[in-house]
C-alpha cells in the first residue's frame, strides 16, 4: 500500500494566522489530492494535482492555496486561517493500473482554528 | 451539478448480510469507489466499480448500474468491526478530474 504521511497530526492556531499541512508519499504516485472532512458533510476536495506541473481546484479552493514541490510532496496553505477551516483534512494519492484505480488515503491532519 | 445519495445510518446483526445503497447524479463518470471509515482514522480503500456489473472481494461486493446511477456494497457474515462509516465516492468531470464523495453511511453491527 501506499505511505502517505501528513504533518503536523493535530494543530491549533489562530484566526488570521498562516498555517502549512505537509503531505508526503514514497509510492511514487502522480496523482495528489487534499480534502477537508466535516461532520455531516462528508469529503469535499480543495485541491488536486495529477504531475508536477499540474495543480487544479476542487470543489471548496477559496481560502487555501497548495504547492507540489516534487512527485513525492503536496503541501496545502491556509493563508489567514478563519475559524470554519476548523476540520479534519486529509491528503491522498491514486494509482491507475490495469483500468482500476485505488486512492490511498493519509492519516489526517485535525486543525482548530479559534 | 453533483450529488451523491446514501443512507445516513443502518444497523445489523453480526454473521448477518447487510447492503448499503448509494445514488449518484453526476457530470460525467468515470468509475465508483467505496471506502470504509472508522471514527478518527482515515479511509481505507474497498471496491472501485467503472463497469457495469458485480466486483466482489472476499466478504464484501460492490455492484454498479450506470444507466440508473445506482450501486451497492454487500457486506456478508458482518463482524463487529465492520461497524464504521461507508463512503461511496464517484470519479466525475468531463475527464475524470474531480472526486465527489457521499456524505457516508454509518454501520453499527449489533451482537
Given at each position: 500500500d501506499a505511505d502517505v504521511t501528513q504533518t503536523p497530526r493535530n494543530r491549533i492556531t489562530k484566526t488570521g494566522k498562516r498555517i502549512m499541512l505537509e503531505c508526503s508519499q514514497?509510492?511514487?504516485?502522480d496523482r495528489m489530492y487534499w480534502y477537508r472532512q466535516d461532520p455531516g458533510l462528508g469529503l469535499r476536495l480543495i485541491y488536486y494535482s495529477f504531475d508536477v506541473k499540474d495543480i487544479n481546484k476542487g470543489e471548496i479552493s477559496d481560502g487555501y492555496s497548495v504547492s507540489?514541490?516534487?512527485?513525492a510532496k503536496f503541501s496545502l496553505s491556509l493563508e489567514s486561517a478563519i475559524p470554519n477551516q476548523t476540520a479534519l483534512y486529509f491528503c491522498a494519492t491514486s494509482v491507475r493500473t490495469s483500468g482500476q484505480e485505488t486512492q490511498y488515503f493519509g492519516p489526517g491532519t485535525r486543525l482548530l482554528v479559534l | 451539478g453533483q450529488n451523491i445519495d446514501q443512507p445516513t445510518e443502518m444497523t445489523a446483526t453480526e454473521g448477518a448480510i447487510v447492503q448499503i445503497n448509494c445514488t449518484y447524479q453526476t457530470s460525467g463518470f468515470n468509475g465508483l469507489f467505496w471506502y470504509q471509515q472508522h471514527a478518527g482514522e482515515a479511509p481505507t480503500f474497498l471496491s472501485y466499480n467503472v463497469l457495469d456489473g458485480l466486483e466482489e472481494k472476499g466478504r464484501f461486493s460492490s455492484f454498479l448500474s450506470r444507466s440508473k446511477g445506482y450501486s451497492y456494497l454487500l457486506l456478508k457474515e458482518?463482524?463487529?468491526?465492520?461497524s464504521a462509516s461507508y463512503l461511496c465516492a464517484v470519479r466525475a468531470g468531463n475527464y475524470g478530474q474531480n472526486f465527489v464523495f457521499g456524505p457516508g453511511t454509518r454501520l453499527s453491527v449489533l451482537p
Open positions: 514514497t509510492k511514487g504516485h507540489r514541490q516534487a512527485q | 458482518l463482524q463487529m468491526k465492520d
